[in-house]
């Protein structure tokens, strides 16, 4: 964590410990030990054992893992083309900030307002109603501007409730970039920049800008800001590269947008950014500037990069996996070859779903979501996919049934039916006893 003065002594700025391994994470009757720290738990309260399992992995920061090795190329790239003044690299990077983090700076120091979708209970980690598991990088964003830093990446895992699938694990690791202007280092290479002027007084937001901003600053930053992002999809993926720009929405950016690329034929999401709000800014302490933000995933990359099917994979401590990765230079390519392919078994669970759409608490009584992370917290890593394939509502009683189909399939060796059946039979009688529902098996 390159930080500037005694930044990283504030509680909220907790690292991680680079020596040894990070301490033990679990959950008592009455709090959760996380890295070291208490946190008292309440009704908010629904991180799981095997999610604090990862908790200090730090796969961004092991030595050769594929997510170093990409984070390793974005830094080097980014350290090679932007040299500040005193000739050092003008971007920062911090790798290493702890993963826990208070709701305000995951959700309100970014502009995301109370009962936004995004804090639901059902999509995130909380150790309590204030304090939680980031689920995303952006979490530090304001803290980071507030130190006074005006350029710098930021790498970390995140933690999101999800489905089950090749492609989503409830553990994640994005990487993001922030770079603010002041209006000297904005106009300072345009004709009659001194002249030209961040802001405007009685100005409307539109699509194209906010309300405060001038329209050529707002064109340069986003000029800028596509020039870096093409940049490097080109230096990770070559520069024959088909790129597209999509117009989208976040609540910390104005305008936002998403980078496409061509891969294999079809167009896929790399990445999303946008012209930083000010109100953020302003609140930060660097309400003279204007900034722009981009935010990526490391694994999404790494798997096209790599050609890594499954995104489990990343966890697994499998020699024959792990040596792939241990080039002598990170910009020497590597495509993985898949490891002996253990066959897959299949077992479905029906049942019926609670009555009443919410509990006591005001919160709803069953989501998918809590499913999916009942089945992670039993069969972990075993399981490959979970997927809805009936859902079906009683004609004379109104009531609901889902019936889902559940993949198992080791990463390393295969599995046998009995040690299936052991674990499917522990989901059926969680799923009754933990969430209410009423079994069909």
């Not at 040299?83 to 920062?92: Q, T, V």
């Not at 409307?204 to 800008?209: A, I, L, N, Q, V």
């Not at 870096?228 to 590269?241: E, H, I, K, P, W």
């Not at 489990?312 to 590597?334: A, C, N």
Request: hydrophobic share 35%; aromatic share 10%; charged share 25%.
């Amino acid at each position: 964590c390159q930080v500037r003065g005694n930044l990283c002594s504030h509680p909220s700025w907790r690292r991680l410990s680079t020596k040894g391994h990070a301490p033990q994470s679990v959950i008592g009757q009455d709090s959760a030990q996380v890295l070291g720290q208490s946190y008292p738990r309440d009704d908010f309260t629904n991180v799981t054992p095997k999610i604090l399992e990862k908790v200090g992995r730090n796969l961004h920061n092991q030595s050769h893992h594929p997510l170093w090795l990409i984070k390793e190329r974005i830094k080097a790239h980014f350290y090679s083309s932007y040299i500040g003044r005193s000739g050092n690299p003008l971007f920062s990077v911090h790798d290493n900030l702890s993963p826990v983090v208070t709701t305000e700076q995951n959700f309100d120091s970014l502009l995301i307002p109370p009962g936004h979708p995004s804090r639901k209970r059902g999509d995130n980690y909380y150790l309590n109603r204030t304090t939680m598991l980031r689920a995303h990088t952006s979490a530090h964003q304001t803290d980071l501007v507030r130190s006074g830093l005006d350029a710098f990446l930021l790498a970390g895992d995140v933690y999101r409730r999800d489905e089950i699938d090749a492609s989503h694990y409830p553990v994640f690791h994005q990487m993001e970039g922030v770079r603010l202007f002041s209006n000297r280092q904005l106009f300072s290479r345009v004709q009659n920049g001194g002249e030209l002027s961040l802001f405007e007084r009685g100005g409307r937001r539109s699509p194209e800008k906010q309300e405060t901003h001038t329209l050529e600053a707002v064109k340069l930053v986003e000029f800028d800001l596509k020039r870096t992002l093409t940049q490097l999809v080109s230096y990770l993926f070559g520069a024959d590269l088909e790129i597209r720009w999509v117009d989208c929405y976040f609540p910390f950016t104005h305008p936002s947008f998403e980078m496409e690329v061509r891969f294999q034929g079809d167009w896929m999401e790399v990445l999303g950014c946008g012209v930083m709000e000010q109100e953020l800014l302003n609140s930060a302490g660097a309400g003279d500037k204007l900034g722009w933000a981009f935010g990526l995933g490391l694994e999404r990359l790494a798997m096209v990069l790599y050609s890594i099917p499954d995104i489990r994979l990343f966890w697994s401590q499998d020699e024959r996996f792990l040596k792939q990765f241990r080039v002598q230079d990170i910009h020497q390519p590597v495509c993985f070859q898949t490891l002996s392919k253990y066959p897959p078994l299949h077992n479905d669970i029906s049942f019926w779903l609670p009555n009443g759409k919410e509990s006591e608490a005001g919160r709803e009584s069953f989501t998918e979501n809590d499913f999916y992370e009942l089945v992670r917290s039993i069969g972990g890593d075993l399981v490959e996919k979970v997927s809805l394939v009936d859902n079906f509502t009683h004609p004379k009683t109104g009531r609901r049934s889902h019936c889902y189909r559940i993949i198992y399939r080791h990463m390393e060796r295969t599995l046998t039916q009995q040690e299936v059946q052991r674990v499917h039979q522990q989901i059926e009688q969680a799923a009754e006893s933990e969430l209410g529902v009423q079994g069909r098996f």
